[in-house]
């Protein structure tokens, strides 16, 4: 009889771990499954971020092209604008001249304003440039344009890139 009991008892408690093991497998089992529903809750969340960042990257990388086009332009423009001034000057097609401030002999340095042949001169007295120092004068003038539009350039860059 004692053999049938520890026996009825081996048998219940075998049954109790088993049942035990099924609840507790079916409990990792939920959990399992929820643990992964989060991982792709979680790589969806990030591969949606990365594809935003992705084209706000793209948008800026438009928009820093499409600046660097318009400062390109006007960069070649003002070497353009420059180079035919320039070929002016050169051909004696163009004079360059310089307003005088006044007649003032007192001044130390009364330069007479001529006139073209034929021509009148209305307004104040002029003095013409050597072509020479005209050339220079449009070469540093060039050298600022093209400072000026370097500028601008890396201040749209730097607004593009603090937006």
């Known amino acids: 009889m004692l053999v049938l009991a520890g026996l009825l008892i ?7 771990w088993k049942i035990q093991d099924w609840r507790y497998g079916k409990q990792l089992a939920e959990q399992a499954r929820l643990h992964v529903e989060d ?3 979680l790589t969806l969340a990030a591969s949606t971020q990365q594809r935003a960042e992705q084209n706000k990257r793209l948008a800026l990388e ?4 499409a600046s ?3 400062h390109h332009r006007a960069l ?4 353009r604008d420059q180079s035919r001034l320039r070929d ?9 001249s310089v307003l ?3 007649q003032d002999s007192s001044a130390g340095c009364a330069v007479p304003a001529t006139t073209a042949t034929g021509g009148l001169v209305h307004g104040a007295p002029r003095a013409r440039l050597d072509p020479a120092h005209a050339q220079r004068i449009v070469g540093i003038t060039d050298d600022g344009d093209q400072g000026l539009i370097a500028l601008q ?3 749209a860059y730097v607004r593009a890139l603090t937006r």
């Open 88 to 96: 002016r000057l050169a051909t004696a097609d163009l004079r360059l």
């Open 10 to 16: 081996a048998v219940g408690a075998g049954g109790a």
């Open 62 to 65: 438009q928009q820093l092209q």
């Open 100 to 102: 005088l401030a006044s």
């Open 39 to 41: 991982l792709n809750q």
């Open 153 to 155: 350039a890396c201040q």
């Open 76 to 79: 070649t423009d003002a070497q």
């Open 68 to 70: 660097d086009q318009t």
